[in-house]
């Protein structure tokens, strides 16, 4: 075992300060240029924008979280030295709550139209499907469903994060017994709260659409999120001098095929999948979400996720020697990192009106009234978007950097960090 894989003493310090200032101010910069270019006044670009910077920088949070207990639940010895830099990063769960009250006052005061049409009581009155998901889709029982989700994360982020710290003190073998005890129960919790916030956050932005895949397809996006960002967080700490001990080859190796499976292959499986029963089936109901991201430029951001987020990184990913390569693996990443922006982006943004799609009487309708410009799909690009992602994702380093900085960047008491340190892939 190295040196620094022992020493409690292995701290961020000044890296751990200047990544800290630098996220707040991308952070804060980037949501303070939001709300300057555009405000908050019933702007539905604002609030588009600002519920896609919030999902993406959660899903990545929920990844780390999954991937914590997941360690626990399978008495994983090869991830122990990973998975401190994992709770960091699902730690920031303990705030992002804050990010979300915003939505929730929007929701509370009667402003939430401008993100969920079915805040619209007009709306959800004389439509027998959506008069049947009243009693789901109401402010009050999505509030406070909102706050079930939102605290069940932040407590088993709480939970994972601080008996791992404390076991660095004391050394205590049951600290780490009692973590895989609770495995079992908080991934079945993260599993409903995860399938339910997806729900009832993307999916009911059109509440007549349903899918039994989707809170899949979400899990899948905070995998491929996780894995890329911490493939690119562990290279930049071993690039500062950090964990070279602990983050070897053969972790980067590993997390390359986490990546492969859970946000090339699984990824792609799941969406084809859900898109493929749809098309079968072919009713309208279902297919009305599909629409928009087959006609005009959502089409070619469709082909995009195909070739980019699955083809061209399958090809990149399938063999061994990328992965082990840690220069071209950190590549792979940054791209994998941006097609998840992509990704979430062409869950949240596109729409089709709905009397625009009763009206057509056929696909070449819905194409020329594109292309004439007559009909619009939630295709609107801009600098509101940039910045409120910059501006969350720049939070989420400022908030990792700082829970890194108050422990040992390893679990130096884990009873398994001896089988991590020494790990080799056959």
Not at 136 to 148: E, M, Q
Not at 216 to 230: E, H, L, R
Not at 303 to 311: D, P, S, V
């Amino acid at each position: 075992m190295t040196h620094e894989a022992q020493s409690g003493n292995l701290r961020l310090g000044g890296l751990g300060s200047s990544a800290m200032a630098i996220g707040a101010i991308v952070g804060l910069g980037g949501l303070a240029a939001t709300i300057g270019l555009d405000g908050v006044g019933g702007s539905a670009g604002f609030w588009k924008s600002y519920l896609l910077a919030y999902m993406i920088a959660l899903a990545i949070c929920q990844g780390a979280l999954f991937f914590v207990m997941l360690q626990h639940i399978t008495k994983s010895g090869w991830s122990v030295t990973v998975r401190r830099p994992a709770e960091a990063i699902a730690s920031n769960l303990q705030w992002m709550w804050l990010l979300f009250v915003p939505i929730l006052v929007l929701v509370w005061t009667g402003k939430g139209a401008v993100l969920f049409e079915w805040c619209n009581t007009d709306y959800m009155h004389g439509d027998h499907v959506l008069e049947g998901k009243i009693g789901y889709l109401n402010p009050t029982f999505w509030s406070i469903r909102a706050i079930v989700y939102l605290g069940v994360w932040a407590l088993l982020a709480k939970f994972y994060r601080s008996q791992s710290v404390a076991q660095d003190a004391d050394g205590d073998i049951r600290r780490t017994l009692r973590m895989q005890w609770w495995a079992p129960i908080g991934i079945i919790l993260y599993a409903l709260t995860q399938t339910f916030a997806s729900i009832d956050w993307i999916m009911a932005i059109q509440p007549k659409w349903f899918s039994t895949m989707f809170g899949v397809y979400w899990f899948t996006v905070s995998c491929t999120g996780f894995f890329a960002a911490i493939i690119v967080l562990l290279a930049v700490l071993r690039g500062c001098g950090y964990g070279r001990g602990s983050f070897t080859v053969e972790h980067f190796h590993d997390l390359g095929k986490l990546l492969f499976a859970f946000g090339v292959v699984f990824w792609a499986y799941i969406g084809f999948s859900q898109y493929m029963l749809i098309w079968y089936a072919n009713i309208p109901i279902e297919t009305e979400w599909f629409v928009p991201r087959q006609l005009g430029p959502w089409f070619w951001v469709s082909w995009l996720l195909i070739l980019g987020h699955f083809a061209l990184p399958f090809v990149l990913l399938i063999t061994r020697w990328t992965k082990r390569f840690r220069n071209i693996l950190v590549l792979i990443a940054l791209w994998m990192v941006a097609m998840f922006i992509v990704d979430v982006y062409w869950l949240i943004m596109p729409m089709v009106p709905e009397a625009a799609l009763a009206e057509a009487t056929s696909w070449d309708q819905l194409q020329s009234e594109v292309t004439a410009g007559t009909l619009t799909l939630g295709w609107n690009p801009s600098i509101l978007n940039l910045t409120a992602v910059l501006g969350s994702l720049g939070l989420v380093v400022c908030g990792t950097f700082f829970f890194l900085r108050q422990a040992s960047l390893a679990p130096t008491s884990d009873p398994r960090l001896s089988e991590a340190v020494a790990f080799e892939n056959f």
